[in-house]
């Protein structure tokens, strides 16, 4: 059975940080690129950041450069999103999808707040 499951959400301060976290299990993970979205309400789902198979290469949305981080460990079959310096604007739930040749695999999605 194949499944992603973000963790990590959670409510922070403006100017803080959280990390989260995508384990997937049910396929090959390390032949996937991986990628984190997120969707604010009534806003549609945007690409935030994503990361080759190996991880030599990753984007970033412009409005989350220098301060996200897309990584992966294909040891342990999960990628990772470190975001510092969050503000009220990156509240949304957070998504991670696998994606291969046509093929996509969606986490549930976590809940990130930013506020005060």
């Known amino acids: 059975q194949v499944q992603l499951v973000e963790s990590g959400g959670g409510l922070v301060q403006p100017g803080g940080s959280l990390r989260l976290s995508c384990a997937a299990s049910?396929?090959?993970?390390?032949?996937?690129?991986v990628s984190w979205h997120r969707q604010a309400p009534g806003e549609e789902r945007e690409l935030v950041a994503a990361?080759?198979?190996?991880?030599?290469?990753?984007n970033y949305a412009d409005s989350v450069k220098g301060r996200f981080t897309i990584s992966r460990d294909n040891a342990k079959n999960t990628a990772y999103l470190q975001m510092n310096s969050l503000k009220p604007e990156d509240t949304a739930v957070y998504y991670c999808?696998?994606?291969?040749?046509?093929?996509?695999?969606w986490g549930q999605g976590t809940q990130v707040t930013v506020s005060s």
């Open positions: 049910g396929f090959t993970f390390s032949y996937y690129a």
């Open positions: 990361i080759t198979i190996i991880g030599g290469n990753t």
């Open positions: 999808r696998a994606t291969r040749a046509g093929v996509y695999y």
